[in-house]
């Protein structure tokens, strides 16, 4: 018998969260409104307690609700929620932050389509409006180097050309910010999932150079779809995000074998750390303090990492957060 070739692929969407953020009831309906059915919306309670649990059973009751026992940060999270689309055979899976909202109706069968044009596509990446509409958030990202960092400053910062960016262009990319993107499963069994050492932040990054390798790609596509709000606070220098963001960039580098460029990328993260730090102590400052703790916290998981230490404790999340 020969195959439907006309057979619409079965999408699943996933949405983890370990608290709730505005707006996720409208997130899920909207993505419900889209799918064959209001079990293909997967919303992971990533280790709330229970708590986003019981607010699905209120709120939610017809999505499918997985539950996971300990904090995964975005990577165990979603990990969870993609396993679950690999293991129950869907085509696709649509992954998207918790604090978002669709403003494309016909977003998931657009993003078919462009998956159609490019078969080789393991991420589809559409354009992300932030916290309003027409405020474009950039998704569209290069792959992190201590040379293409000064290169990258030089011909952007001071000769004043345009960074590749979210415009109206469809195209191969290098990576995607993973805020909305349309993942294929074809291509998630063969590379792998988002490495849960990472927690959050540069895990993007890896997963699309692991996909690289394979031959696979990640396509940016115009195609309208969520308003991210994202919140403005908690990206201080001496935020945990901020040090994950610096951390993993290193482990990111380490891993793939690039030790000079991991000895170069921490060493020039520890300078400013400590140059911010002694700025703010300098400027009597307030959270100098907190400025000191994280240049002492980032030079202790740089050395951790570049030693070949075992990951651990010291590693921070979300080792330690568990």
């Not at 195959?3 to 079965?10: G, M, N, Q, Y």
């Not at 952007?156 to 805020?179: A, C, I, M, Q």
Request: proline share 5%.
């Amino acid at each position: 018998m020969t195959a439907d070739v006309h057979r619409v692929p079965r999408v699943a969407v996933v949405v983890a969260t370990h608290v709730y953020c505005f707006p996720l009831e409208k997130c899920l309906s909207d993505f419900v409104a889209q799918t064959a059915s209001a079990q293909d919306v997967i919303l992971v309670d990533n280790g709330s307690g229970g708590a986003m649990t019981a607010w699905a059973r209120e709120n939610a009751p017809t999505v499918t609700t997985l539950t996971r026992e300990r904090n995964g940060f975005f990577c165990g999270g979603y990990n969870a929620g993609m396993q679950y689309a690999i293991e129950h055979d869907y085509d696709f899976v649509l992954i998207v932050n918790a604090d978002t909202e669709a403003c494309n109706p016909s977003l998931i069968s657009e993003l078919l389509k462009v998956a159609e044009r490019h078969p080789q596509a393991a991420f589809i990446g559409p354009k992300v409006y932030l916290r309003q509409m027409g405020a474009v958030q950039n998704t569209v990202l290069t792959f992190p180097g201590f040379l293409r960092g000064v290169a990258s400053f030089i011909q952007h910062k001071l000769l004043g050309t345009p960074r590749p960016e979210s415009d109206d262009n469809e195209r191969e990319v290098e990576f995607l910010n993973g805020v909305c993107v349309l993942c294929r499963i074809a291509a998630l069994r063969e590379i792998g999932l988002l490495d849960e050492t990472m927690g959050g932040y540069v895990e993007d990054t890896d997963w699309a150079w692991r996909a690289r390798a394979l031959g696979w790609k990640s396509v940016y596509t115009p195609i309208p779809s969520i308003v991210h709000h994202q919140p403005a606070a908690g990206y201080e220098h001496y935020s945990t995000k901020s040090f994950m963001l610096r951390r993993n960039t290193i482990y990111w580098h380490w891993k793939r074998g690039a030790r000079i460029e991991a000895m170069l990328y921490g060493w020039s993260a520890r300078f400013l750390a400590q140059f911010r730090a002694t700025q703010a102590w300098l400027l009597g400052r307030a959270d100098a303090d907190r400025y000191f703790a994280y240049s002492r916290r980032l030079k202790a998981v740089d050395r951790g990492i570049r030693s070949g230490m075992p990951i651990g404790e010291w590693f921070g999340p979300p080792l330690s957060a568990n």
